[in-house]
Nanobody, 125 residues
Framework: QLQLVESGGGLVQAGDSLGVSCSAS????????VAWFRQVPGKERQYVAS????????RYEESVRGRFTISRDNAKNTSYLQMNSLKPEDTAVYYC??????????????????WGQGTQVTVSS
């Protein structure tokens, strides 16, 4: 089993930057593709970004493209999501997810195999 733990959420103002991290343990992290999702109460979990095993290719949901950057450091078993120019509508619980087969193109939450517990990001206006 792969365990994922997010950290780094918090309360910021609109226009600020914030980075969140996802630390992995239990399996060889470099064998998994990683994604970040977010969820607000009453809504489905929304895809944000994903990255391939080597960290050489990334994909983004349109509303965050150019503002968010996903990355990973396999030596540290960690993925990062750097969020710039934050907006109130970015407020959500942010989750990292992993795919055991290395697929990183799917945006549906149910297709990802492992999940962290989430970290709250709140952006005030």
């Amino acid at each position: 089993q792969l365990q994922l733990v997010e950290s780094g959420g918090g309360l910021v103002q609109a226009g600020d930057s914030l980075g969140v991290s996802c630390s992995a343990s239990g399996r060889t992290f470099s064998k998994f593709a990683v994604a970040w999702f977010r969820q607000v109460p009453g809504k489905e979990r929304q895809y944000v970004a994903s990255i391939n095993r080597a960290g050489t290719d990334t994909r983004y949901e349109e509303s965050v493209r150019g503002r968010f950057t996903i990355s990973r450091d396999n030596a540290k078993n960690t993925s990062y999501l750097q969020m710039n120019s934050l907006k109130p509508e970015d407020t959500a619980v942010y989750y990292c997810a992993a795919d055991r087969n290395g697929f990183y193109g799917h945006t549906e939450a149910h297709l990802w195999d492992y999940w962290g517990q989430g970290t709250q990001v709140t952006v005030s206006s």
